[in-house]
RNA sequence: GGAGAGAUGGCCGAGUGGUCUAAGGCGCACGCCUGCUAAGCGUGUGUACCCCACAAGGGUACCGAGGGUUCAAAUCCCUCUCUCUCCGCCA
């Protein structure tokens, strides 16, 4: 949620900045909503003050034994005036709400205009993307092959974007996830969470994936909760509505969770193998920081993204969000790529936001700079490291074999029971 | 699932219809005093929103959430959420 003050103060440049994004926008119905809420409270709240001192006066008469029924009178007009103008008033304040919750944030201003993928910047490449002497498999034929994916029966559990992992394959998606959290609880000063996979529509919004993206989710009928899209939802929301202190800050926190998407609308896009689940493991590292230093923390957390890329020695690139591709919540989003020889592409595996007061104003997640200073907004991040199915892909098809077996990365070996080679 | 208890300001904790404009304490901030590993004394101390120049000043709301009774609710009534204790069931 964006600060009121800066859409009165600065709406010009606002709107400006909002467009980038390729959302349209209906301003005008902000400035009258904005215009009546405060007339209708301002009124609401002159009619309250009478009420309060009438009252006041009954309660002195009463107490010194005088007639109050003409104060008695009066005040019942004026509750009668109140009662008539809070239905109206509650129906603005919930249009306005609504309005502020629906807004993205704000891009930051260094990011590159744009309008999608296309015009996404090019940061850094690190690996030489494998070649091979024989024709490279994609990762669902390699599983299938080896028996330790098996797509069909997935679908008869579940239904299709559902999978079956099995054997070496469930143990491989288990090595990394174990692999991950080790190097970053024990080497980039992350503390590991273990939160519910499913969270209340409260969290929801904090994150930002309410009200809006509603169909994007999975939602339990019996009761008000939601699966989780991403453990950014309750890592961010660990700190809700609390008074964090100053010497806190950054807290960094790392958690794996299955994930559940809906995949509204990507019909068609991905149908084979295990880019787009239903259902998907992701190690997510949340931080909260201090204004200051949250562009700083964004940084740092790319890197430890892809340390773990490095580790497992498989090719990739990173890349800047321009304004018209980044996600609602956020102002600055850089992408890791890794390189798929199945598809001879690069494929999201990482995304990092920093999505700096927006998440936070929402969440009520607030620190004192100083002991007796204002309560201001923590700066929220978030970032993958890494979604573990995506990964697994990445491994299968980078280190993939003529014979069509598939060697074991080098640093996964011990989690892997000392296995080599998988087939 | 059943029975009971509870939810008050950054924290602890009083408060069963009208100076609650929430006692008291802790903590914190500022000041004073004092020189001996510290204490004492005084003053102040929330959040959000609205009016206003986002100043001074003023107002409204907030005692888990929502609704109700009343001229008046932390206080009475209803619903819900959460926490704790006991019983049952269960990984």
Not at 19 to 33: K, P
Not at 63 to 85: C, L, W, Y
Not at 169 to 176: D, I, K, Q, S
């Amino acid at each position: 949620m964006l600060d009121v003050k800066i859409l009165r103060d600065d709406l010009d440049r606002v709107k400006e900045r909002m467009t980038t994004r390729g959302v349209e926008i209906d301003w005008a119905e902000f400035v009258s909503l904005d215009r009546e809420r405060r007339d209708a409270l301002a009124n609401l709240e002159r009619l309250k003050e009478k009420k309060n001192r009438l009252s006041g006066e009954i309660g002195k008469l009463k107490k010194s034994g005088d007639d109050a029924t003409a104060p008695m009178r009066e005040v019942g007009e004026v509750s009668e005036a109140i009662r008539n103008g809070e239905g109206p008033l509650a129906e603005i304040e919930a249009r306005f709400e609504r309005f502020m919750l629906s807004l993205p944030n704000l891009p930051n201003v260094d990011v590159a205009i744009g309008k999608s993928a296309e015009d996404n910047r090019d940061i850094r490449r690190w690996g030489e993307p494998p070649t091979f002497d024989f024709p490279a498999k994609n990762h669902w034929e390699i599983g299938e092959e080896l028996n330790i994916l098996d797509f069909v029966r997935g679908a008869k559990l579940a239904g299709a974007r559902f999978t079956l992992y099995k054997g070496a394959g469930a143990r491989l998606e288990r090595a990394l996830i174990n692999f991950m959290l080790d190097l970053h609880t024990g080497e980039r000063g992350y503390q590991e969470m273990l939160p519910p996979a499913l969270g209340n529509r409260a969290a929801l919004i904090g994150t930002g994936q309410l009200p809006k993206f509603e169909d994007d989710l999975f939602r339990i009928e019996s009761s008000e909760y939601f699966l989780i899209p991403t453990a950014e939802v309750p890592l961010t929301n660990v700190h809700r509505e609390e008074m964090l202190e100053r010497e806190d800050l950054p807290i960094n926190y790392v958690a794996y969770t299955p994930c559940f998407r809906r995949e509204a609308g990507s019909y068609g896009q991905d149908v084979r193998g295990l880019i787009r689940q239903h259902q998907f493991n992701k190690v997510e590292l949340v931080k909260l920081s201090e204004p200051e230093t949250s562009y700083d923390e964004l940084e740092t957390m790319v890197q430890d993204a892809e340390e773990v890329l490095k580790r497992l020695k498989l090719p990739y690139r990173v890349v800047e969000l321009c304004t018209g591709d980044m996600g609602f919540a956020s102002a600055k989003t850089y992408d890791l790529e890794v390189w798929l020889p199945g598809q001879e592409a690069y494929r999201e595996i990482s995304s990092c936001s920093n999505c700096e007061d927006f998440q936070a104003r929402r969440a009520q997640i607030r620190y004192r700079k100083e002991k007796k200073g204002r309560p201001i907004f923590v700066h929220t991040l978030n970032g993958s490291g890494l979604a573990v199915g995506r990964t697994l892909v990445a491994v299968l098809e980078n280190y993939q074999q003529k014979d069509g077996s598939v060697v074991i990365p080098e640093v996964l070996r011990p989690y892997m029971g000392g296995l080599e080679r998988i087939g």
